[in-house]
Nanobody
Framework: QVQPAESGGGLVQAGGSLRLSCAAS????????MGWFRQAPGKEREFVAG????????YNADSVKGRFTISRDNAKNTVNLQMNSLKPKDTAVYYC??????????????????WGQGTQVTVSS
């Protein structure tokens, strides 16, 4: 079992950047496919980006392609989300999650078992 914990959220102007980090207690994150999700007020939680156990494969939602980059450092037991060219529509609570799936590119909430508490990202226009 692993307990993710996010950090790095905040308020930024449109066009700016933020870097979110996810650290974990319990089992090492390298045992899991890791993902970032977000949930805006009144909307369903949506997939943002995912990364394989080794970090060799990453995949993004179309809405963030070219702007967001997910990475992981298994030696430090962390997963990061670099967010550039932020837009007001990126405003949401961002969650880090761990999936025990054996492979593939899981993009649904039900594929992920362990979740952090979330960190707020607000992008002002």
């Amino acid at each position: 079992q692993v307990q993710p914990a996010e950090s790095g959220g905040g308020l930024v102007q449109a066009g700016g950047s933020l870097r979110l980090s996810c650290a974990a207690s319990g089992r090492t994150l390298s045992s899991y496919i890791m993902g970032w999700f977000r949930q805006a007020p009144g909307k369903e939680r949506e997939f943002v980006a995912g990364i394989s156990r080794s970090g060799g494969n990453s995949y993004n939602a179309d809405s963030v392609k070219g702007r967001f980059t997910i990475s992981r450092d298994n030696a430090k037991n962390t997963v990061n989300l670099q967010m550039n060219s932020l837009k007001p529509k990126d405003t949401a609570v961002y969650y880090c999650a761990a999936s025990g799936r054996l492979g593939g590119e899981p993009r649904h909430s039900y594929d992920y078992t362990y979740w952090g508490q979330g960190t707020q990202v607000t992008v002002s226009s």
